[in-house]
Antibody, heavy 119, light 107 residues
Framework: EVQLVESGGGLVQPGGSLRLSCAAS????????MSWVRQAPGKGLEWVAN????????YYLDSVKGRFTISRDNAKNSLYLQMNSLRAEDTAVYYC????????????WGQGTLVTVSS | DIQMTQSPSSLSASVGDRVTITCRAS??????LNWYQQKPGKAPKLLIY???SLQSGVPSRFRGSGSGTDFTLTISSLQPEDFATYYC?????????FGGGTKVEIK
């Protein structure tokens, strides 16, 4: 069974940092693009970043460029999102998702991890 | 960026009703349009990809259609488990963008 499990969310002050992780199992992780997608409380879905199979190409939402870094460790079947200089507007549930190509559909998704940026 | 507009933003329907949700792109996206279902507190679930391909395991009462800028998700006979929020997403160009969602509620 394909499974994605996020961790690392929590409460952080504005300007702070947090590192999210996503553990993958049940599929050949190194064969797939992976993405982070977020959802602010009561709001819609917003793509944040994605990464190619080898980790050599990354793409970001404009509003997180220079602050967030997506990476992966194929030996550990894990995806990461390093988030620095966090702002209140980054408050959201962050989902990792397997992605069908550089710009594709997202399937499956993890259960999400909540990041709250507040003083 | 390509803007995706869904309508309506919410609707009320009864079990057994036929439900139609529309999604419009700000420019042509060919057939690069995907649909998701999200229930409260849960992750989104892929229903339809590239406009009309049914994801494995998704009931056949869900149907996607359209191309260019105008797309439709149709639920032929609404079931109790279909009450949820539905999102469209374009996969034509980066950044991938989502519609604002359509909440399907019980009448």
């Amino acid at each position: 069974e394909v499974q994605l499990v996020e961790s690392g969310g929590g409460l952080v002050q504005p300007g702070g940092s947090l590192r999210l992780s996503c553990a993958a199992s049940g599929f050949t992780f190194s064969n797939y693009y992976m993405s982070w997608v977020r959802q602010a409380p009561g709001k819609g879905l917003e793509w944040v970043a994605n990464i190619n199979q080898r980790g050599s190409e990354t793409y970001y939402l404009d509003s997180v460029k220079g602050r967030f870094t997506i990476s992966r460790d194929n030996a550990k079947n894990s995806l990461y999102l390093q988030m620095n200089s966090l702002r209140a507007e980054d408050t959201a549930v962050y989902y990792c998702a397997e992605t069908a190509g550089i710009v594709g559909w997202f399937d499956p998704w993890g259960q999400g991890t909540l990041v709250t940026v507040s003083s | 960026d390509i803007q995706m507009t869904q309508s309506p933003s919410s609707l009320s329907a009864s079990v057994g009703d036929r439900v139609t949700i529309t999604c419009r792109a700000s420019q042509s996206i060919s057939s690069y349009l995907n649909w998701y279902q999200q229930k409260p507190g849960k992750a989104p679930k892929l229903l339809i990809y590239v406009a009309s391909s049914l994801q494995s395991g998704v009931p056949s009462r869900f149907r996607g259609s359209g191309s260019g800028t105008d797309f439709t998700l149709t639920i032929s006979s609404l079931q109790p488990e279909d009450f949820a929020t539905y999102y469209c997403q374009q996969s034509h160009s980066t950044p991938p963008t989502f519609g604002g969602g359509t909440k399907v509620e019980i009448k």
